[in-house]
């Protein structure tokens, strides 16, 4: 499967400040998809993006994927004690029986 | 919504025993994966199916093995369960190619 590389791997900020990590490959992506997983869960799929250049809003969270294909970020606007987690982004697979990979995740902690 | 459920949370197995984690999906999913998750190594990808007994290995295969007989089931199978194997395991399934992946709650499996 497509490698990524996940920065940062930890982040501690205080509640309110802003938060965003980073996803980068070497190729171009077909698309990305970003997950969360709660401590003690299970990730949880967050959204896909597909398009050059594409941007989406969940709330006060954003995502994008560059122009060229090869990144993409996760951005959360004041963050809360709730986005506490880790995140990941995992590259799409070129085929059904291509490998799913994941990047290796940036753990979030919020001091309130 | 989609479920996917692990038929163990939690599992402790002596070394050398056969262990089988059971993994159901109940939305008629195409793809099936089983990761493993370690501390400070993220999500590993350890085989996947995206067809009935069709099977395909990821990059940590050795020392486990999968069926699936039916659409709906993936099962993992340690032949001979060592401490090394000693982890968190994750089931995901998949509408199709890039729809996104919804896991099950893990089972958090202790080898002694």
């Known amino acids: 499967g497509q490698q990524v590389m996940q920065i940062p791997q930890y982040q501690h900020v205080q509640e309110g400040e802003d938060f965003t990590t980073y996803c980068n490959s070497s190729?171009?992506?077909?698309?990305i998809q970003w997950y969360k997983q709660r401590p003690g869960g299970h990730p949880v799929f967050l959204i896909q993006l597909v398009k050059s250049g594409e941007v989406k809003k969940q709330k006060r969270l954003t995502f994008q994927f560059g122009e060229a294909k090869k990144n993409s970020s996760l951005h959360i606007t004041a963050t809360q004690t709730t986005d506490v987690g880790t995140y990941f982004c995992?590259?799409?697979?070129?085929?059904?029986?291509?490998?799913?990979?994941f990047g290796d995740g940036t753990t979030l902690t919020v001091k309130p | 919504d989609v479920k996917v459920t692990q038929s163990s949370r939690y599992l402790v197995k002596r070394t050398g025993e056969k262990v089988f984690l059971e993994c159901v999906q109940d939305?008629?999913?195409?793809?099936m994966f089983w990761y493993r998750q370690d501390p400070g190594l993220g999500l590993r990808l350890i085989y996947f199916?995206?067809?009935?007994?069709?099977?395909e290995k990821g990059d940590i295969p050795e020392g486990y093995s999968v069926s699936r007989e039916k659409k709906e089931r993936f099962s993992l199978i340690l032949e001979s369960a060592s401490t090394n194997q000693t982890s968190m395991y994750l089931c995901?399934?998949?509408?199709?190619?890039?729809?996104?992946?919804?896991f099950g709650s893990g089972t958090r499996l202790t080898v002694v």
């Open positions: 939305m008629d999913h195409e793809n």
């Open positions: 995992a590259p799409g697979r070129n085929t059904n029986a291509g490998k799913s990979t």
């Open positions: 199916s995206y067809d009935v007994k069709m099977k």
């Open positions: 190729t171009t992506l077909s698309n």
């Open positions: 995901a399934s998949e509408k199709g190619l890039n729809y996104g992946y919804t």
